[in-house]
């Protein structure tokens, strides 16, 4: 009997150890829910598209404005009210990050390309801190401002037969930009991106396409031909 009891009694207390160390594992590095400042996150409306740019929880980390970071965080980025929302999983709830404490915030998507979004203050229309994803990092930095908006659409039954008439509609914004000359906006091709560039530069540069065989054609190969320009040292004009 005795050794029945201290059987069970070791069980019991096996279990609490196992319990506790995956408790343990469960603290990701960098974890500080308290340091995490930020409201509840009340559900958006239910239109046609999605306000987040990826719909599914991300893991990623963010960076504190001081410098200080917190990894292993389930993130999903708002790009309907550029806002940034974390899992808390202690409390069991979506936390919208106060955008005052961090410097940025980076996450693997879901094709396992990582992505860095930087908070900076956009001093031309609409003045405000914004997070911008940074497509290309030197002397002039290549940016997007993966804004979503909600407008009227042509009424539709959502899902459940309900008639609605709003859709979320992304716009994505680009820009270059620089610390002294500050932000000047551009497409994704390559009239927009040789236009930066002084006439005499310009046709060494189409060369150097031709040579690297980039073809501007969208976002992926713009950032490709923009690196390629900036490596050989060719003098961005604002």
């Known amino acids: 009997m005795k050794s029945r009891f201290l059987h069970i009694f070791f069980l019991f207390l096996a279990s609490i150890l196992m319990i506790q160390a995956n408790g343990q594992v469960k603290m990701r590095p960098g974890w500080d829910a308290e340091k995490i400042k930020g409201v509840r996150n009340v559900v958006y409306p239910f239109y046609?598209?999605?306000?987040?740019?990826?719909?599914?929880?991300?893991?990623?980390?963010?960076?504190?404005?001081?410098?200080?970071?917190?990894?292993?965080?389930?993130?999903?980025?708002?790009?309907?009210?550029?806002?940034?929302?974390?899992?808390?999983?202690?409390?069991?709830?979506?936390?919208?990050?106060?955008?005052?404490?961090?410097?940025?915030?980076?996450?693997?998507?879901?094709?396992?390309?990582?992505?860095?979004?930087?908070?900076?203050?956009?001093?031309?229309?609409?003045?405000?801190?914004?997070?911008?994803?940074?497509?290309?990092?030197?002397?002039?930095?290549?940016?997007?401002?993966?804004?979503?908006?909600?407008?009227?659409?042509?009424?539709?039954?959502?899902?459940?037969?309900?008639?609605?008439?709003?859709?979320?509609?992304?716009?994505?914004?680009?820009?270059?930009?620089?610390?002294?000359?500050g932000y000047e906006q551009i497409r994704m091709n390559r009239e927009s991106l040789l236009s930066k560039f002084e006439k005499t530069s310009q046709k060494p540069i189409r060369k150097l396409l031709r040579k690297q065989h980039i073809t501007v054609s969208g976002e992926e190969s713009f950032v490709r031909a923009w690196k390629a320009v900036e490596q050989a040292n060719f003098k961005v004009v604002f």
Do not use: C, H
Not at 87 to 95: H, P, T, V
């Open 48 to 181: 046609k598209g999605t306000p987040f740019l990826i719909d599914k929880w991300v893991m990623g980390k963010i960076e504190f404005a001081d410098g200080e970071v917190a990894d292993s965080i389930s993130l999903r980025y708002s790009s309907y009210k550029d806002e940034l929302i974390y899992f808390n999983q202690e409390a069991g709830a979506q936390i919208v990050i106060d955008k005052d404490i961090l410097k940025g915030f980076s996450f693997i998507d879901t094709n396992g390309k990582l992505r860095k979004f930087r908070k900076q203050y956009y001093d031309n229309y609409l003045k405000a801190d914004r997070y911008f994803e940074i497509l290309s990092e030197g002397k002039v930095d290549v940016l997007s401002y993966r804004k979503v908006n909600l407008i009227t659409t042509f009424a539709y039954k959502d899902e459940n037969g309900v008639l609605k008439n709003m859709e979320y509609l992304p716009e994505y914004l680009y820009y270059i930009y620089s610390p002294t000359d």
